[in-house]
């Protein structure tokens, strides 16, 4: 493919240290879209996206600011294919159309599967932070019937797979409606009915629906911070919360953040720079092994 095939650039500033977070945010462009330029000497590095039309462009600028011009050079577009993700051998992940994905699923040898079409939110299940919770997910059990929360869903896949997993109330909070929107359709391509309440609100202003059995939290340092007090107390009896999208040196202040409010750290995963925390409300739930390390404190 050449220049004309993409003939805009999209770009905007973006903390170095979150960077796989914007290449994960915007995998639906296609990896080979994104330019990452690191900048000396400066914690920001500059992000570009090659896109083949300008209405795509404008929808970038409108979610997430930075600036749209038209492209300068020649430059050409990496395919990538997408395999389907097997997690903890217990469930497949197939970013596919539901037509293609019928062909794949036939070998999956039965096990629950999700489709995660290319859209406009955060989560494949491919980013560590992501990978992360939904291999804990599939370690622990009874998830019939339990009432779950699920805050910064993005695409939806971590309430879908509460769901494909067996529970019937679930909750998802975003606070992007286009996330919503793409979240909303994942459900009606994995599903023959809906049944996730997907609620556009924030953690620090959304009305108490708890408590709740399970508790999945993939955001940033901030909100996890200033949620701690709603979490722990949203959080039921025997109940177990799981906390992602920290880096390694975040994850100390989240651990002492979350037991002054009265919960355990179980244990925690590592994954490259990330970090995932696992805290039951009393006994200790199974904490599984993953590609990820697991260090108990």
């Given at each position: 493919?050449?220049q004309s095939?993409?003939p805009?650039?999209w770009?905007?500033?973006?903390p170095?240290?979150?960077?796989?977070?914007?290449v994960?945010r915007?995998?639906f462009?296609?990896?080979?879209?994104l330019?990452l330029h690191r900048?000396?000497?400066r914690?920001?590095?500059?992000?570009?996206a090659y896109?083949?039309?300008?209405?795509t462009?404008?929808?970038?600028l409108?979610?997430?600011?930075?600036?749209?011009?038209?492209?300068?050079?020649a430059w050409?577009?990496?395919t990538?294919q997408?395999?389907?993700?097997?997690?903890g051998?217990k469930?497949?992940?197939?970013?596919?159309t539901?037509?293609e994905f019928?062909?794949?699923?036939?070998?999956a040898g039965?096990r629950?599967?999700?489709?995660?079409?290319?859209?406009?939110a955060f989560?494949?299940g491919r980013?560590?932070?992501?990978?992360?919770i939904l291999?804990?997910?599939v370690t622990i059990?009874d998830?019939?019937?339990?009432?779950?929360?699920?805050?910064?869903?993005?695409?939806?896949i971590?309430a879908?797979?509460a769901r494909?997993?067996?529970?019937?109330?679930?909750w998802?909070l975003d606070?992007?409606?286009?996330a919503l929107?793409?979240a909303?359709?994942?459900e009606?391509?994995?599903?023959?009915t809906?049944?996730?309440?997907?609620?556009?609100?924030?953690?620090a202003?959304?009305?108490?629906q708890?408590p709740?059995d399970?508790i999945?939290?993939?955001l940033?340092?901030?909100?996890?911070?200033q949620?701690?007090?709603q979490?722990?107390?949203?959080?039921?009896?025997?109940?177990v919360l799981?906390v992602?999208?920290?880096?390694?040196e975040?994850?100390?202040?989240?651990?002492?953040?979350?037991v002054?409010?009265g919960l355990?750290?179980?244990?925690?995963?590592?994954?490259?720079?990330w970090?995932?925390?696992?805290?039951p409300r009393?006994l200790p739930?199974?904490?599984?092994e993953?590609?990820?390390?697991?260090?108990r404190?």
């Amino acid at each position: 493919m050449t220049q004309s095939d993409f003939p805009w650039v999209w770009s905007r500033l973006i903390p170095a240290k979150m960077a796989d977070c914007w290449v994960e945010r915007l995998n639906f462009l296609g990896s080979g879209s994104l330019v990452l330029h690191r900048l000396a000497s400066r914690p920001t590095m500059r992000l570009e996206a090659y896109l083949p039309d300008l209405s795509t462009g404008r929808e970038l600028l409108d979610h997430y600011g930075g600036k749209l011009r038209k492209a300068s050079s020649a430059w050409s577009r990496a395919t990538e294919q997408s395999e389907p993700i097997r997690i903890g051998g217990k469930l497949w992940i197939v970013p596919e159309t539901e037509r293609e994905f019928g062909e794949k699923a036939s070998s999956a040898g039965g096990r629950p599967s999700l489709i995660i079409p290319a859209g406009m939110a955060f989560g494949t299940g491919r980013h560590a932070t992501t990978g992360m919770i939904l291999r804990e997910m599939v370690t622990i059990p009874d998830w019939c019937k339990s009432h779950v929360l699920d805050i910064g869903t993005g695409s939806g896949i971590l309430a879908l797979a509460a769901r494909k997993l067996g529970a019937t109330r679930i909750w998802a909070l975003d606070t992007d409606p286009a996330a919503l929107a793409v979240a909303r359709r994942n459900e009606e391509a994995n599903f023959p009915t809906t049944a996730i309440h997907w609620v556009k609100a924030d953690l620090a202003r959304w009305r108490d629906q708890g408590p709740f059995d399970r508790i999945v939290a993939n955001l940033y340092l901030t909100p996890l911070l200033q949620g701690a007090a709603q979490l722990a107390a949203w959080l039921a009896p025997q109940g177990v919360l799981l906390v992602s999208g920290l880096l390694r040196e975040q994850a100390p202040e989240i651990e002492a953040r979350f037991v002054r409010e009265g919960l355990r750290l179980q244990g925690r995963k590592r994954r490259g720079k990330w970090t995932m925390l696992c805290f039951p409300r009393t006994l200790p739930l199974s904490f599984g092994e993953s590609p990820a390390t697991l260090i108990r404190p």
